[in-house]
C-alpha cells in the first residue's frame, strides 16, 4: 500500500480495470491527448491529468479522444455499452448534462427495463462537479440529486483517494449506467491506498466516525468536512457518527436509520441547491421512518439557492463550511 493522491487513484482504478477487461475503453475530450498536434504525446489527459498515461499503454483505440460534442460521445459511450464493450466516458464538468442529458435519462437509465431485463448497458460517465475551483457558476454546479432521481442510474460519489479506486472499479464492473462523480477540488488529496484492485460495494455506508449524540450525512467533500466538524466537537464532549453514504442511488437507508436511532439527532451535509437535493431526501426519509427517535428537529447544512458565484469570498461563503456543520451540531444538541 502506498500513498496515491485522488488524481492517481482513479487512474489507477482505469488502467487496472482495462488490463483486466479489454472490453473497456475511455472516451472522452482530451482524455488522450495530443491528437494531430505536433509536440508531446499524451499532452494532456483530460482537463486536470486524470487519464494522462493510459493512451501509451493501451493506444489510440481505447483511449478515445472525442470532439467536443457531449451529446455524440456520450450517444456512443451507451451505445457501444449495449452491443458489448465497457465504455467509461469523461463528461468534463457535470454542468454540461444538458446536451447530452436524453442519451443518459431517457435511453440508458430505461433499457434495462425496457427490455424485460434483457439489456444490459455497462457504462460509467465519470464527471467532475463542485464548487471551490474559482471555476464559476457553469462549472462548478453540484447536480448529483438530478441522476439520483433517474430510476436505472446508479449514482457514485467517493470522499477520498481510497473509495475513489474502490468504487470507480465497481461502477467500471458493474452491469448498469453508473455516473461517478469526481469533486474537482479533492484531486490532489492524498492517502494511502491499496496498490492492488479492489471494490468497494455500492449501497453499503462507510461510518467515518462513531459517537453517541449526533448522526451527521455528509457527500463526497462534505464527508471530510463533517469529519473535521465532529474531531473538533469531540473535544466539548459531543460525538458525533459521520456516515459517508458513498452511493445516492442505491442508497443505504438502513445504516442512516439505525444510527438515527441511535443518537436522536441528525445533521445532513450537502454541497447541492437547498431544494430537492440529498438533504431533503435523508431529512424525509428520517423523519417518515425515525420521527419517534427524534430528539430535536433535522437540521440541513447546504449553500443558499442562488448560482455558484466566481468571486472567491462569496465561493467561500456559499459552500457548507466545517464551522457551520458545528453550528448545525450545536443546534440540535440545544
Known amino acids: ?92 464538468f457535470v454542468d454540461f448534462m444538458g446536451v447530452c442529458f436524453d442519451q443518459i435519462y431517457n435511453q440508458a437509465a430505461k433499457f434495462r427495463y425496457m427490455f424485460g431485463g434483457k439489456a444490459v448497458t455497462p457504462v460509467v460517465i465519470r464527471t467532475m462537479y463542485g464548487a471551490g475551483f474559482r471555476a464559476a457558476s457553469q462549472h462548478s454546479q453540484c447536480l448529483y440529486p438530478i441522476f439520483t432521481h433517474i430510476p436505472g442510474l446508479k449514482v457514485a460519489i467517493p470522499s477520498s483517494p481510497y473509495e475513489a479506486k474502490g468504487l470507480l472499479i465497481q461502477a467500471i464492473r458493474d452491469d448498469d449506467p453508473v455516473i461517478f462523480f469526481e469533486h474537482k477540488v479533492m484531486y490532489d488529496d492524498v492517502e494511502e491506498v491499496p496498490d492492488e484492485p479492489y471494490t468497494i460495494p455500492f449501497g453499503e455506508a462507510n461510518l467515518t466516525r462513531e459517537g453517541k449524540h ?89 449553500p443558499p439557492h442562488v448560482p455558484v458565484p466566481f468571486s472567491p469570498t462569496l465561493e467561500d461563503a456559499y459552500i457548507p463550511s466545517p464551522a457551520r456543520i458545528i453550528e448545525a451540531v450545536r443546534r440540535v444538541m440545544a
Open 1 to 92: 500500500m502506498s500513498k496515491k493522491s485522488f488524481r492517481q487513484a482513479i487512474n489507477e482504478a482505469l488502467a487496472q480495470g482495462m488490463r483486466r477487461d479489454p472490453r473497456v475503453v475511455t472516451m472522452g475530450e482530451d482524455t488522450a491527448g495530443g491528437m494531430g498536434a505536433p509536440g508531446e504525446d499524451d499532452a494532456w489527459g483530460g482537463p486536470l491529468g486524470v487519464t494522462k498515461g493510459l493512451m501509451k499503454e493501451f493506444g489510440r483505440g481505447r483511449v478515445l479522444d472525442t470532439p467536443i460534442t457531449e451529446s455524440a460521445f456520450v450517444g456512443a459511450a451507451i451505445g457501444a455499452a449495449t452491443t458489448g464493450l465497457r465504455p467509461v466516458a469523461e463528461l468534463m
Open 214 to 302: 449526533v448522526t451527521i450525512v455528509g457527500f463526497g467533500r462534505m464527508v471530510q468536512f463533517a469529519n473535521q466538524a465532529a474531531d473538533a466537537l469531540a473535544t466539548e464532549g459531543i460525538t458525533c457518527t459521520v456516515i459517508d453514504p458513498r452511493t445516492t442511488s442505491p442508497l443505504d437507508e438502513d445504516s442512516i436509520i439505525e444510527s438515527v436511532e441511535a443518537t436522536g439527532r441528525l445533521v445532513v451535509v450537502d454541497e447541492a441547491s437547498p431544494r430537492c437535493n440529498m438533504a431533503t431526501d435523508i431529512s424525509a426519509l428520517v423523519a417518515q421512518n425515525a420521527f419517534k427517535a427524534l430528539k430535536a428537529p433535522i437540521r440541513m447544512v447546504t
